[in-house]
Structures are given as C-alpha cells and as structure tokens.
C-alpha cells in the first residue's frame, strides 16, 4: 500500500512561482483527484483522462505542469 500524500504536504513542496501547477493521482478510495500544488484549486474526478484533462486546461497546456503521482493524494474540503 503507498503512503497518502497530503494537500498540505504538497504545499509546503511546492516551488514558490504563481503558475499553476497540477498533481493527479488516486485518493485511498481509488477515485481520481487534481490538486494545484498550492492549494487554489482540484477536484475529484470519475476517470484519470477527466482529471489530466482539467489539469491540462488549467495550465493552459504548459509543457511539465502537470504531474502524475504513483503515490496516494488526498483532496481535503
């Protein structure tokens, strides 16, 4: 079992720029999360194709701003 990375983890990692950058991976449950690493938006999403994709057009496309995590995330509300 991977460990579950936090939202605040994920924060405190990220680089301090304003562009948004995205992580997408599997909550414990399975289902599929996007997570702008500095907390400003993500959601929860029925498929990794519908999560990349939202990630992709928040960054406007931009080479390497989205990230796909092997480990557990967790979208907190």
Same mark, same amino acid.
């Given at each position: 079992?991977?460990?579950?990375?936090?939202?605040?983890?994920?924060?405190?990692?990220?680089?301090?720029?304003?562009?948004?950058?995205?992580?997408?991976?599997?909550?414990?449950?399975? +289902?599929?999360?996007?997570?702008?690493?500095?907390?400003?938006?993500?959601?929860?999403?029925?498929?990794?194709?519908?999560?990349?994709?939202?990630?992709?057009?928040?960054?406007? +496309?931009?080479?390497?701003?989205?990230?796909?995590?092997?480990?557990?995330?967790?979208?907190?509300?």
């Amino acid at each position: 079992m991977s460990p579950t990375v936090q939202v605040a983890a994920i924060h405190a990692q990220a680089p301090a720029s304003d562009a948004a950058r995205f992580i997408v991976g599997q909550d414990p449950e399975g +289902h599929w999360i996007a997570i702008e690493i500095h907390g400003r938006a993500g959601g929860l999403f029925r498929s990794r194709e519908a999560a990349v994709d939202y990630a992709e057009d928040e960054t406007d +496309h931009r080479p390497d701003a989205v990230l796909l995590s092997g480990d557990r995330i967790e979208l907190r509300i």
